[in-house]
């Protein structure tokens, strides 16, 4: 009996590193590139720039950018009406937003996640009261709200992310909770459950990891909405309290000396611009790339 031809074994690569490389190389550099050096200037904000903030000089006041006639590069983008460097506030002002947006976004996350998941595990007669409850709460103009809340509790940064939050979790929770509603007719839910899974194993171990690609994407677009808010606060006074430097607060100051300081409005605005919509173009490749139906189109 003839012996069959043993054939070499061949290693075949894993699929997986080359989707990563092809995800890697369609990636958005360019809004990636501004959202890094959002984030390294706001990390970095002490290294970047040799002047204080908050340090007010008069006899500077309304200088030019160095490119101007009458500017110097030891203030490149100008000084404000109260002599302060532009670059510097600028600078310190993305920490203020990073900050606001990853604390706003870690508690009305947080909580939008939470009530979701339980909104959809349970269903009934809790998820119409939580859901009634998220309704309520996305009726009120964010806005209007915060600038009730900081009125009766006062300006200030904790305020300011307990007044957004406080409609913020409302978006999370109806869309986890869709989400979850879709999850619970799925066989592996029913194997789970007669298999004697409690419901707090059933919502860690299999709802809440299938809900994370939701969740990571509507953290990506919300950033700039939060960026927004937190500019439009400062822009009418009901944000973060002066001499703290914010790109709304400095859009505010240079709003009187447009014809003849344009740069202290111009910059912030610019910086408020591009970085929003250099989340907004993140978010919409990450879903793009986390829903399976949109990778295959």
């Known amino acids: 009996m003839a012996r069959a031809e043993q054939l070499p074994l061949t290693m075949t690569p894993s699929p997986e590193p080359r989707r990563l490389a092809l995800l890697w190389r369609r990636a958005p550099f360019l809004p990636l590139l501004i959202i890094l050096a959002f984030?390294?200037?706001?990390?970095?904000?002490?290294?970047?720039?040799?002047?204080?903030?908050?340090?007010?000089?008069?006899?500077?006041?309304?200088?030019?950018?160095?490119?101007?006639?009458?500017?110097?590069?030891?203030?490149?983008?100008?000084?404000?009406?109260?002599?302060?460097?532009?670059?510097?506030?600028?600078?310190?002002?993305?920490?203020?937003?990073?900050?606001?947006?990853?604390?706003?976004?870690?508690?009305?996350?947080?909580?939008?996640?939470?009530?979701?998941?339980?909104?959809?595990?349970?269903?009934?007669?809790?998820?119409?009261?939580?859901?009634?409850?998220?309704?309520?709460?996305?009726?009120?103009?964010?806005?209007?709200?915060?600038?009730?809340?900081?009125?009766?509790?006062g300006g200030g940064l904790f305020n300011v992310v307990v007044?957004?939050?406080?409609?913020?979790?409302?978006?999370?929770?109806?869309?986890?909770?869709?989400?979850?509603?879709?999850?619970?007719?799925?066989?592996?839910?029913?194997?789970?459950?007669?298999n004697g899974c409690s419901p707090l194993r059933l919502i860690v171990v299999h709802l809440l990891p299938n809900v994370l690609n939701t969740l990571m994407v509507l953290l990506s677009l919300q950033v700039g909405w939060l960026i927004i808010v937190e500019s439009s606060l400062s822009f009418l006074g009901a944000g973060i309290p002066p001499p703290t430097p914010s790109w709304g607060s400095m859009i505010a100051e240079g709003r009187d000396y447009l014809t003849r300081a344009w740069w202290v409005s111009l910059f912030p605005g610019l910086a408020i611009m591009l970085t929003v919509l250099a989340f907004n173009l993140f978010g919409d490749w990450l879903r793009d790339r986390l829903d399976p139906r949109q990778r295959q189109v």
């Open 39 to 153: 984030i390294g200037s706001a990390l970095l904000a002490d290294l970047l720039t040799p002047h204080s903030p908050t340090k007010v000089s008069l006899p500077k006041r309304l200088r030019p950018p160095a490119w101007v006639e009458g500017g110097s590069w030891t203030h490149p983008l100008g000084t404000d009406p109260l002599g302060r460097d532009v670059l510097a506030r600028l600078v310190y002002g993305a920490r203020v937003s990073l900050l606001v947006a990853a604390l706003t976004l870690a508690l009305g996350g947080g909580v939008g996640l939470g009530i979701g998941l339980l909104a959809g595990y349970h269903g009934g007669r809790l998820d119409s009261v939580l859901m009634r409850a998220a309704d309520i709460t996305m009726a009120f103009p964010i806005i209007l709200f915060a600038i009730l809340l900081v009125a009766m509790l």
């Open 163 to 194: 007044s957004i939050a406080l409609v913020l979790w409302a978006r999370y929770a109806r869309v986890i909770r869709g989400e979850v509603l879709s999850l619970m007719q799925r066989d592996f839910i029913a194997r789970a459950r007669v």
